[in-house]
């Protein structure tokens, strides 16, 4: 006998790119939305590119039984060109290296590519995307349609699902578009005028934006004149369960400083870092005897580049699946953030799970939201990420500090309750149901 009181499931499309077994950064917050969306009667159905650079297997654990995804194969003239399982948007644009015929007119492809498609390369994907979410659609009808970028081009398609079907509509930006976005600035006057345009039409058109930080919020409802009730923020987070299990022991041999994560545009990567990490070096033999700075993840070459002759104190690896990710961060003695706005409008997914690692931070960010919680937490240090002797300073006091007191400087549990995405997800749900309403 069913239970009678027991209400229907409600649907919400979900439109990503990045998605399991898709690792990285780009697919955590989907993915956990997807996970306990369920448990709050919100059954996902998903639609995703299918290519797999990051593969991680681990994440498919977090996929509920039963979970309907659809992944749409970009168009095959397009995989030719960027040959298969490697995203257009990572090519790099800014080469110093001998290169072949082939990469070199790959390299120019890019380049034009970025400057005539707007807002990004991924618009080459949206015509098929749009097809499998009619179809999906019309066999399983959806309360609501959920969107969320980067890339911004994913928008586009519910964009058109939402003048065809009417439906409600929530779009979610965990990053930034055009606010403080130096790199599409270096595209030209003109692609950056469209650019604002296709924001300020995504955001007149959805039912609710969804932004991971309040200044992002406030930004975007200044610039586009949109009214505030449209907006909700809802910030990036931790899942508890990722982080469960005895707390790791301690390399007493070496201090390690880990960066999880990739450092690939230009904004990113002109910070003061390095420099201040040679600074650190020249001013502490034991510091220079025992640091190691781990970067896990893909690297700008030129930052790379500017640890030249550091060998014995910096290391490089690729990408990392999550749980091996996770395991490093728990064993580091000081996890490293480098934002590419400076930390003012944007929170990544890396800074709460540094927080639920429960390891003290060094934070290279301006003034805002992050520096704010570690400052006032007192869970590590931040410094401007111009001001290399401030990022020397903060380097030695760290050392000196986790040394004497490994354990201290760490997250307490209120502060990661607000972070919890379990409870996260429970904002989107509301955000989704207002929608439904307004739709």
Known sequence: MTNASVPPMKRVLVIATDFPPQGGAGAMRVTKFVKYL????????????????????SLLADLPP??????????????????????????????????SPAQILRRAGTQLAWRLLVPDVYRLWIGAAERACVQLLREQPCDVVFTTSPPSSVHLVAQRLHARFRLPWVADFRDVWTANNQALRQLGKLNYARQLHKERTV??????????????????????????????????????????????PLDRSHFVIA?????????????????????????????????????????NPEFRARFAGL???????????????????????????????GGQLTSPNKFFEHLAARRPMLAIVRQG???????????????????????????????DSVRAEPNGNVASPSLLARFDRRELTKELITVLSTARRAG
Not at 263 to 274: H, K, L, T, V
């Open 38 to 57: 369920p448990q709050f009667g919100w059954q996902p159905l998903v639609v995703c590119v299918d290519s797999n650079w990051n593969r991680d297997e």
């Open 66 to 99: 039963g979970l309907l995804v659809r992944r749409v194969p970009w168009p095959s003239l397009i995989r030719r060109i960027w040959r298969p399982g490697l995203p257009p948007s990572s090519i790099p644009v800014n080469r110093t290296d001998k290169q």
């Open 203 to 248: 955001l007149q058109e959805c039912d609710r934006a969804v932004m991971v930080t309040s200044p992002l919020a406030d930004y975007a409802r200044e610039t586009f004149r949109i009214p505030a009730a449209k907006f909700a923020t809802i910030t990036n987070g931790f899942d508890p369960s990722d982080f469960a299990g005895p707390t790791p």
């Open 259 to 299: 960066h999880i994560g990739t450092i690939i545009g230009s904004a990113q990567a002109q910070n003061d870092f390095p420099d201040g990490l040679r600074l650190a070096l020249a001013q502490s033999e034991t510091f220079r005897r025992m640091v190691r700075v781990r970067f896990v993840g893909q690297l």
């Open 311 to 341: 060998d014995q104190n910096v290391e490089v690896a690729g990408f990392m699946p999550h749980a091996a990710a996770v395991d490093l961060m728990r064993r580091a003695h000081v996890l490293l953030l480098v934002m590419p706005d």
């Open 369 to 399: 939201f992050i520096s704010d919680i570690i400052t006032r937490e007192e869970i590590g240090l931040a410094a401007p990420p111009d001001d290399a002797p401030a990022i020397a300073r903060a380097l030695l006091s760290l050392f």
